[in-house]
DNA sequence: ATTTAGACCTGTCAGC
DNA sequence: TGCTGACAGGTCTAAA
């Protein structure tokens, strides 16, 4: 779900509140989110790890881990599609009760979960901080796969109804095993046109596929390869390495200025995004191409309305019009 | 060497 | 109301 300004932005909102947090426990209730080591040696590496920093990289959220000031660890987590991280504030009860009456049906579903807040009988929304307005919606917390217990009482929820996304726990000296492939970070001063140019260069498939592709550029994924190419008016089956030099220039202003806004605007919620304290993300109302199902957006440059095309295995959508081939 | 279909998963929504 | 099929922010693997 979540691409590079989603993961951006949960990044910022964790480093505003879990810096310096010691984890006292972890529970897993699902054990394949967990993808390395095995689940009781990734609990028994955590307990009593101090949350040292907080960093991003491409789509992975990386924790900088140690029970002093020397980072021992970092934990990797990805959320794939539909993985959301939710900080709960201090008294908040995991009521491990399983919707189904059936225990047997836990190994494949997974439990499903009740959450109370500290003042019982009280449901969503629950006003965190009457500041900010954040709320928890126990609906929305249902599927919790992993739960990091804080020693001061916090929770930090990882919630993925599908079940596609991945915590890995690695040692500090072997990071780059661990975000193996990935290509050059969009929004570093490193990330030139002349780079971009350079990671085409050879690939003749369509430039919407090689946008995708982790190892050409970190963290583009389908809604924000869609707004650059309808940014740089360059058709999504264009072969990546058929650009001319003018059209790559408006490709990399393009991927820099889609991926900064949406982070301003707090990610793109179309439906399940959601930040650490359960904000929806503001972007998609200013999206100029990508839409939901059933809401077409028009081309703000000639009025066509905007076109949707399957292309190894996504939808991508462009104006007809301005994205010629 | 690439491209593509299938897996991994559950929820939601449109259409009948 | 209920069933069926299509589709969803991602990525890996095996087969063509």
Redesign the pocket.
């Known amino acids: 779900?979540?691409?590079l300004p989603e993961v951006e932005f949960t990044a910022r909102q964790l480093r505003a509140l879990v810096l310096d947090a010691t984890i006292r426990d972890v529970q897993i209730f699902w054990e394949?989110t967990i993808g390395t080591p095995d689940a009781p040696t990734f609990r028994a590496l955590i307990a009593g790890q101090r949350i040292l920093q907080v960093r991003r990289r491409?789509?992975y959220l990386l924790f900088d881990l140690g029970r002093a000031d020397t980072p021992e660890l970092v934990m990797t987590l990805?959320r794939?599609?539909?993985g959301n991280l939710y900080l709960l504030p201090p008294g908040w009860e995991i009521d491990a009760q399983a919707r189904t009456a059936n225990p047997a049906a836990w190994s494949?579903?997974?439990p499903d979960f009740r959450y109370s807040a500290p003042d019982s009988g009280q449901d969503a929304p629950v006003l965190v901080r009457e500041e900010e307005a954040s709320y928890y919606d126990p609906a929305e917390l249902s599927?919790c796969r992993v739960c990091f217990d804080l020693l001061d009482g916090r929770r930090l929820l990882f919630n993925d109804?599908?079940?596609?996304g991945r915590i890995e726990l690695w040692p500090a000296d072997r990071e780059d095993e661990a975000l193996a492939?990935l290509g050059p970070e969009p929004l570093s001063t490193d990330f030139t046109v002349d780079v971009l140019s350079s990671r085409l260069a050879?690939r003749?498939?369509p430039i919407k596929?090689v946008l995708?592709a982790?190892e050409t550029v970190a963290g583009l994924?389908?809604?924000y390869a869609d707004e650059a190419l309808f940014l740089a008016r360059i058709h999504p089956l264009r072969p990546a390495n058929s650009l001319s030099a003018e059209e790559l220039s408006r490709l990399h202003a393009a991927i820099v200025s889609v991926l900064g806004m949406a982070i301003e605007y707090g990610g793109?919620?179309?439906?399940?995004?959601r930040g650490l304290q359960g904000e929806l993300?503001e972007n998609?109302d200013h999206l100029k191409a990508y839409y939901k199902?059933?809401d077409v957006k028009h081309c703000f440059r000639c009025g066509s309305p905007i076109a949707s095309q399957v292309i190894?295995?996504?939808?991508a959508h462009f104006c007809p019009q301005c994205q010629t081939l």
Do not use: C, D, V
């Open positions: 779900m979540p691409e394949r491409g789509k990805h794939r599609m539909t494949t579903r997974g599927h109804p599908r079940k596609f492939g050879g003749k498939g596929t995708l982790q994924g389908n809604i793109t919620t179309f439906s399940g995004y993300g998609y199902a059933g190894a295995q996504r939808t």
